[in-house]
């Protein structure tokens, strides 16, 4: 076991978990965060449980980043990036950045585990993100979950009383050439839902889909429990607009019913996004470096086993936090193979 | 317990980076100090850092100290980093108390005066706690590197072939005469051009030519003891010759039961199920046709009847229709609730497969079916075309229906469950110990479970999940010794009734009842002398130390070590 060690790009969930993982099994790792703290995108999620636990992996992800801030085989370097790599697998040296100076690491193998970028809502102007108030995403929703710890309308701070959730936006859209389901979203609104409802009962929730996309072990449980209530209405009808006026907090569209199959038109004061996964901006430049090949929609696939680079979590495509935790202790069994073993 | 004169409490003020600063001044410093037993009180801004808090170890070496109490937030925060600086501190790691006073005091008394009686309360109860706690050690089980895998399918081999490269030996065990599971009913990959069964055939050959796994097929299980570094598994062979196998780690991988709906009219031979679809496109030359050679022109699929939730059967479909559209001929539907598209490249399959002309009908409610000359006649309430009314706005006349099979918690997993103590909730599928934190680690130390038991999903998750629980047995197994604490329960035998409440109660199958004695006290009249006294014993290993047996013991006999109830009474007391 001596001698080895494991360079981790990100810090995000994916990141954090495999450094924990790989502690365990005794091989000691250092992570470079580009941010200014560790966990990455899962790190702003908030509790969605309403009567229940909903199954949403936020406090895991509080949970492992605590405790790898306590392991000290996980050497963590937060606002460094890697500048370049050379050596061969096994014995790499590698480039970063921090703070203006530069460090020489060496690695026997490397782990990119770099995850994804949300997508800008604004590149659907139709939808009128960042022209209404009253239009948000679901991601700015969960972090109002979190800091205020209740649903309030960015306009006039009050609490709203019609919320819709539209789904697939930047998902499955060939408009914005995005061939791809972005998996989490579904049940992440459905979530949503049931926290808000659970908190307010008086709030009426929609949600606009295409289809439903089912996520792990509880989502027959959570669709049923969804089905049941009064107050959520799935309606399989993805509107095309948003109607508003600057001033005015009432949002209006227009979709076909489906119980009677006509158009219709409905007023909503809060609308929000079910944004999906996008590829990272940068995730040329890392691609670049250590010569990952990338599929057709842009996320990295997996390089060759003798490589001695090895993906994990959300930048093979999108994940939700449960699976990206399942996805980098696989991960972490292939670089114990890839070491020869214990 | 120690006199409060023979111990010497040091207390940590912590003030959570200044929100607590206004509780604990000056005067509640000076309050602390002159309590009975405490040698030392220093203040620091943040000691859920760890680098703080090993500066502040530094004092208490030299304050000779042999208990600490926290003032601070909550225990989570210092927990970890204290016991490990407890140890090299040559101080037991469990000789130290929090008392919480952000949360219990700072969060939720508003008045001042109020608010600084009551943490005045909370630390002088830990305080006078503290002479109370006693050193824990720490125990050493041996973990020899062999690991049983139970079930033969394609989850068992891929966890079997990672452990056994991973310089693990692996016992595989299946019922079948042969490994390899259900995965050779498919043809074709939904996502790569490789075809199953020559995937199939390496896999199992990986296997077989392993030399760190034996397998051992046609065996049924029929027991389960032990703990993590001895586990001993005992099997029934097909000639009925009992063994036992050992093992420091146990992977449990079942797979889930798929039964072909054919009830009702499903049973005609017009419905087939999705693995007689794919022997058929296995065994088509170019078109596919009937029994008596009449070319079939149309398809359909026929999904998410009972099974709403579940991917496969949207994925085995797209993927079907797009082999059946390679004859141009051949008109394919799909009829279903969802498109379930949540796999890598499905989206593309999906489009490509309607661009191709294969038709996507969508449902709420359930078709209705018939049978018109041997064909047979789907009525659906398209939910995109149904305009107004209740009518069954489409009828689709069909040569086959492809009906999905039913996915269904295995059978087996009652038996399992009894077997090993792996609790089965209601749905039927096992659970792991703590679905969030604790994902595919049963509730025994060193068992995991993995694929189609916890519930169904696709293959590539299910060897996903293979692997992840492999990971989780090469963790355990990664030392010569795994090392605990001594933080565990501990039954008085000579109090001990043999009542068998702990062992039920016990969530982690830790508690076993044996042979104690020769003699039983409970016998007054009429003395049996052959009679063997029987006493619950805890298994160290297996202990999480969570204390529910010790709330149920009826006599009392179950002490927690690190929880005593003159602690607990001194906690909740006056």
């Known amino acids: 076991m001596r001698g080895r060690h494991i360079l981790i790009i990100g810090g995000g969930i994916a990141g954090v978990t495999a450094a924990l993982e790989l502690a365990e099994m005794g091989i000691p790792s250092t992570i470079v965060e580009r941010e200014n703290r560790l966990g990455g995108r899962a790190s702003v999620f908030a509790c969605k449980a309403s009567e229940k636990c909903n199954k949403c992996f936020a406090c895991v992800v509080d949970n492992q980043i605590q405790e790898v801030t306590r392991t000290p085989q996980v050497k963590i370097m937060t606002r460094t990036t890697l500048e370049g790599v050379s050596g061969k697998p096994g014995r790499f040296k590698a480039q970063v950045q921090s703070n203006g100076g530069k460090t020489l690491l060496e690695a026997s193998a490397l782990l990119v585990a770099t995850g994804v970028d949300f997508f800008d809502a604004r590149c659907k102007p139709e939808y009128g993100y960042g022209m209404f108030q009253n239009v948000i995403t679901a991601q700015d929703l969960d972090e109002m979950l979190r800091s205020t710890g209740g649903v309030y309308r960015p306009s006039d701070g009050k609490i709203p009383s019609k919320i819709a959730f539209f789904q697939c936006v930047g998902s499955r859209d060939e408009t914005i050439g995005h061939l791809w389901c972005s998996k989490v979203c579904c049940a992440y609104a459905l979530r949503f839902m049931k926290a808000i409802r659970h908190q307010n009962p008086e709030i009426q929730t929609s949600f606009f889909y295409i289809d439903i996309q089912p996520l792990g072990r509880s989502f027959q449980s959570l669709l049923q429990s969804c089905r049941q209530d009064e107050g959520m209405r799935l309606i399989r009808s993805l509107p095309s607009k948003i109607y508003g006026r600057r001033t005015s907090t009432d949002l209006r569209m227009r979709f076909i019913d489906p119980v009677s199959g006509e158009i219709v038109e409905e007023g909503f004061d809060l609308i929000v996004l079910s944004i999906g996964m996008t590829p990272r901006q940068d995730a040329d430049s890392i691609a670049q470096v250590l010569q990952i090949p990338k599929n057709e929609e842009g996320f990295y696939r997996s390089p060759p086993e003798n490589s001695g680079i090895f993906l994990s979590g959300a930048c093979k495509g999108p994940r939700d936090i449960a699976n990206s935790i399942i996805d980098t202790k696989s991960t972490a069994q292939k670089i114990i193979q890839y070491l020869g073993g214990m | ?574």
Request: charged letters at 25%; one cysteine or more; glycine letters at 8%.
């Open chain 2, 1 to 574: 317990m120690t006199s409060s004169d023979d111990c010497r409490i040091a207390v940590f003020v912590d003030h959570c980076e200044g929100t607590l600063s206004h509780l604990l001044d000056g005067e509640m410093i000076e309050y602390i100090s002159g309590l009975p037993g405490v040698v030392s009180c220093d203040q620091d801004e943040n000691l859920s850092s760890p680098e703080r808090l090993e500066m502040l170890t530094g004092r208490l070496a030299k304050g000779r100290a042999d208990r600490v109490v926290i003032v601070g937030g909550s225990p989570r925060l210092y927990e970890k980093s204290f016991r490990r600086l407890g140890m090299t501190e040559g101080m037991n790691p469990y000789m130290f108390l929090v008392a919480n006073v952000r949360e219990q005091v700072a969060w939720t008394v508003h008045d001042r005066e109020r608010a600084k009686e009551k943490a005045k309360a909370i630390v002088a109860k830990r305080v006078r706690e503290a002479p109370f706690l006693t050193p824990i050690g720490r125990e050493k089980v041996k973990v020899p590197k062999n690991a049983v895998v139970i079930g033969g399918g394609m989850v068992g081999i891929r966890a079997a072939l990672m452990l056994a490269d991973a310089n693990i030996g692996v016992t595989l065990l299946t019922r079948a005469k042969d490994i390899g599971g259900k995965a050779i009913q498919l043809t074709h990959f939904y996502d790569r051009p490789d075809d199953v069964s020559s995937w199939f055939v390496k896999q199992v050959e990986g296997v077989k030519r392993h030399r760190n796994i034996e397998v051992k097929t046609s065996v049924e299980l029929k027991g389960f003891e032990g703990y993590l570094g001895d586990y001993r598994i005992n099997l029934q062979n097909s000639l009925g010759k009992r063994e036992v196998v050992k093992g420091s780690a146990v992977i449990l991988t079942a797979g889930c039961d798929v039964v072909p709906n054919t009830e009702g009219i499903f049973g005609h031979r017009c419905f087939i199920s999705p693995p007689q679809m794919e022997a058929m496109l296995r065994n088509a030359k170019k078109s596919l046709k009937d029994e008596k050679g009449n070319p079939i022109r149309t398809v359909s699929f026929l999904i998410d009847l009972v099974n709403e939730t579940i991917k496969i059967d949207s994925a085995n479909a797209v993927k079907n229709a797009l082999l059946l559209k390679k004859d141009p001929d051949c008109t394919v539907y799909v009829i279903c609730r969802d498109v379930k598209v949540s796999l890598d490249g499905m989206e593309k399959q999906y489009r490509e497969a309607r661009e191709k002309g294969v038709i996507f009908v969508k449902y709420n409610d359930t078709p209705r079916f018939s049978l018109v000359n041997g064909r047979v006649n789907v009525e659906v309430k398209e939910v995109s075309t149904r305009m107004g009314g209740d009518e069954y706005s489409l009828s689709i006349l069909s040569d086959l229906v492809v009906v999905s099979e039913k996915f269904a918690p295995p059978q087996d997993n009652e038996m399992l469950s009894s077997i090993l103590g792996i609790p089965l909730p209601e749905e039927g599928y096992l659970m792991e110990d703590n679905p969030q934190f604790t994902q595919m680690r049963a509730n025994r130390r060193g068992v995991f479970i993995a694929g189609g038991c916890r519930y169904p999903q696709t293959l590539d998750e299910a060897l996903v999940e293979a692997e992840a629980a492999a990971s989780g047995v090469t963790a355990l197994l990664s030392q010569e010794v795994y090392e605990f604490d001594l933080a565990i329960a501990e039954i008085d035998p000579e109090k001990c009734a043999a009542c068998l409440t702990c062992p039920r109660v016990c969530p982690h199958s830790a508690i076993v009842v044996e042979q104690y004695a020769e003699r039983n006290i409970y016998i007054t009249g009429g003395y049996k002398k052959d009679f063997k006294w029987r006493a619950a014993r805890v298994l160290p290993p297996q202990c999480y130390g969570c204390g529910i047996c010790v709330s149920s013991c009826p006599t009392k006999a179950i002490t927690l070590k690190h929880q005593t109830d003159a602690e607990i009474s001194l906690q909740v007391g006056p």
